[in-house]
């Protein structure tokens, strides 16, 4: 029983470039969420996704994008990398209708050169 | 908006310390709360959740957590402490009526158990 597992785990990128978080669950979720996780400063939430083909913004949504076209996956994309995106990005995913507990995945650490 | 406040950033024990980490939300209304736990190089994964009925709730590991409404908290609390609770602990919070399920965490407190 995978749960929720990202890719990739390590990112190293050069300032501009982009790149793509994938966050796959097979727990059939409707909620999935993109948190960034910076030291002293807990968990930030990015994005989430309320069912498939939705998608709304969270705390700190600037500089990312997301896409849930299906049900099990909710990737999160960096257009243009810069510096202050080094974090380590959580995807979490959870059912009761958003209000129960969540579920995460390993963590991706992206660096930002 | 809801907010979580955890009061120790890092806490230092002893094996065999007894351990109670703050946390205050601030949201008035109906509200479900949730200990998580990240150990090192880990994902996080619950401890302990409330949603309703008894305000004490026995998690995993020997944890414990007591909701006080009057005072907006969930300390979470565990008798004594052993080394393999060195961990980050996470108070979340969230409501079934605003945020559509968005989860608002606090800033996390780390601790340290001394063998």
């Known amino acids: 029983n995978a749960g929720v597992t990202q890719t990739p785990k390590f990112r190293v990128l050069k300032t501009g470039q982009s790149m793509t978080l994938l966050c796959a669950q097979d727990m059939n979720h409707e909620y999935m969420y993109w948190y960034r996780q910076d030291p002293g400063m807990g968990l930030r939430l990015i994005h989430y996704s309320v069912g498939e083909g939705t998608t709304a913004k969270g705390e700190v949504p600037d500089g990312y994008n997301v896409s849930r076209l299906k049900k099990q996956n909710f990737l999160l994309g960096l257009e243009s990398a810069a510096p202050s995106q080094t974090s380590v990005y959580f995807c979490a995913s959870g059912g009761t209708g958003g209000i129960g507990e969540l579920f995460f995945g390993e963590g991706s650490r992206l660096t930002v050169l | 908006a809801q907010s979580v406040s955890q009061h120790n950033h890092h806490v230092i024990l002893s094996e065999a310390a007894s351990l109670e980490l703050g946390c205050n939300y601030s949201y008035g209304g109906t509200v479900n709360l949730f200990w998580y736990v990240q150990y090192p190089g880990q994902h996080l994964q619950l401890l302990l959740k409330?949603?309703?009925?008894?305000?004490l709730v026995k998690g995993i590991k020997g944890f414990e957590a007591e909701f006080i409404k009057s005072k907006f908290s969930f300390n979470l609390r565990k008798p004594s402490v052993q080394w393999s609770d060195t961990a980050e602990y996470f108070c979340a919070v969230n409501s079934p009526n605003t945020n559509a399920g968005k989860s608002t965490f606090g800033d996390g407190t780390t601790l340290t158990v001394k063998p």
């Open positions: 409330y949603f309703s009925g008894d305000p």
